[in-house]
């Protein structure tokens, strides 16, 4: 599959790029999601792609909204990508690595759970003893599963913002306390039972996130991406050990070389070498090829 740094389709009206994500008009009641090879880290987005990274985001979200469907609906139509937009180079563009979806009204934030002590929620701990304002025990170590998972949503900032964490009492104040709980309860649901499923595939999942949106009469529904390497931190079960940030299928390889290269995380972002490129490839393929099985 060729490199899709940008989906160019003239066909239907484009409403928005994201930072991995192209959004077009399909009519008024659908839209189409093109998931591109683009990767962002640090809420940038990066100068190179990731070969296929789009087409395995597509799979392992269809695989879990597939499998999580009785926990909450899901966006998706079942309609054919390639049957919404014209010509043989615009059906190639979104083969294997879009989604037609109903057209929902986002809600303002991302809906993050954190089952494992790592990334920036570590960071917080040693500096506060909390993440994200939530007190937790003295003691724990880096990479060590929480007593239960937390919920720390975020807000949802414009490619080249930064997201921030922001408390349940300010999620209720942007969503109301029904639907501030009602969404805190579907993450912490999703969450729980896509990482037993994945523990049984040898793949811990330390933390994700999660969209919503809601439809005209104000029911909800699971939107946006599911589970991926790209939203969630996935650690080799047979490779973790408490005290130490374990090896990812994600792009956390990405992360750390960034990390270590001096960037000020302030776009632009350096380019990457080749074998950082690659490695994650492979890791994002692993991932996908374990938790589907395809």
């Known amino acids: 599959m060729p490199v899709l740094h940008e989906s160019n389709l003239t066909s239907l009206p484009l409403l928005h790029r994201g930072k991995v994500r192209d959004l077009y008009e399909v009519d ?29 985001l597509t799979r392992v979200s269809n695989f ?19 049957s919404v937009v014209k010509g ?29 002590l790592a990334g920036s929620g570590w960071k917080d701990y040693q500096k506060t003893g ?24 975020s807000t949802k900032a414009a490619v080249g913002d930064h997201d921030e964490n922001i408390s349940f009492a300010q999620t209720i104040e942007l969503l109301g306390e029904a639907r501030a ?28 996130k999660f969209e919503f949106g809601v439809d005209e009469a104000g029911k909800l529904y699971l939107i946006d991406e599911a589970l991926t390497p790209d939203s969630s931190r996935f650690w080799p079960a047979d490779q973790y050990q408490v005290g130490s940030n374990p090896p990812s299928f994600d792009k956390q390889f990405v992360r750390d070389w960034l990390e270590s290269s001096g960037w000020n995380k302030q776009a632009p972002a350096p380019h990457i070498p080749q074998e950082v490129l690659q490695k994650t490839a492979d890791k994002y393929r692993e991932a996908a090829q374990r938790l589907t099985g395809a």
């Open 181 to 208: 709980n009602e969404v805190r309860d579907a993450t912490l649901a999703l969450y729980t039972e896509a990482a037993n499923y994945a523990a049984s595939k040898g793949i811990i999942i330390a933390d994700t």
């Open 28 to 56: 008024d009641q659908h839209l189409l999601i093109v998931q591109t090879d683009r990767l962002s880290a640090f809420d940038v987005i990066l100068p190179d792609p990731i070969p296929g990274k789009g087409e395995v």
């Open 130 to 153: 909390a993440v994200c304002g939530i007190k937790l025990p003295d003691g724990l170590r880096e990479a060590e599963k929480l007593p239960q998972p937390l919920f720390t949503p």
């Open 64 to 82: 879990w909204f597939d499998k999580l469907q009785h926990v909450i609906p899901n966006h998706l139509t079942g309609i054919a990508p390639e």
């Open 88 to 116: 043989e180079q615009e059906q190639a563009q979104v083969k294997g690595r879009a989604f037609v979806t109903r057209k929902l009204k986002p809600l303002p934030i991302e809906a993050i759970v954190r089952g494992y």
